[in-house]
């Protein structure tokens, strides 16, 4: 029952760790953010909005840029299900509908980050619509916002893990 263990190829393995790279800096931003989202204050009546602290500045930033390479990675992504779909078998089916799941992540989580952003960067808090009264507010608070944010981008990092384990068990040889 010894099984000689199989060798992977080494660009699929480089970007294998690259995405599990990725995914333990978005799980660090989704953390920061869910950390600071208790944190903000928003009252319209009174006045009180959200002022982004250097700490939330950053975590946005960190997963801004996490997108970003993701979003770069796009033509390696397209390269490696090329090559896997030439040498057919069910795992490449299961690394490109990881790396369809992966992109449509990207894009939700980019769009929850922007509208993040937009709220945060409002200058006239009238803007801003209140979380009680008589009618349902047409926007979440911003700490909800944020919670939003860091659940998408901690989705993300389970896609990209996913994709990352698919594709280390990828064998060098024939399939």
């Known amino acids: 029952m010894d099984q000689e263990p199989h060798t992977i190829l080494p660009e699929i393995a480089h970007r294998a760790a690259v995405e599990a790279d990725l995914a333990r800096r978005l799980r660090g931003a989704a953390v920061t953010l869910r950390r600071l989202a208790g944190t903000m204050k928003y009252h319209p009546v009174t006045g009180a909005r959200p002022t982004p602290s250097t700490a939330l500045t950053v975590g946005l930033d960190v997963l801004s840029h996490v997108l970003n390479e993701i979003d770069r990675g796009a033509a390696e992504r397209a ?97």
């Open 79 to 175: 390269e490696e299900e090329a090559f896997l779909n030439a040498r057919g078998g069910p795992m490449a089916r299961e690394i490109g509908a990881g790396h369809e799941s992966l992109m449509q992540q990207v894009q939700v989580t980019a769009a929850a980050l922007e509208v993040l952003r937009g709220l945060l960067t409002t200058p006239d808090g009238a803007a801003l619509d209140a979380p009680y009264g008589s009618s349902a507010p047409r926007r979440h608070h911003p700490g909800a916002l944020c919670t939003m944010v860091a659940e998408r981008a901690e989705g993300l990092a389970t896609a990209l893990e996913i994709v990352a384990v698919l594709k280390a068990n990828v064998p060098a040889g024939e399939p």
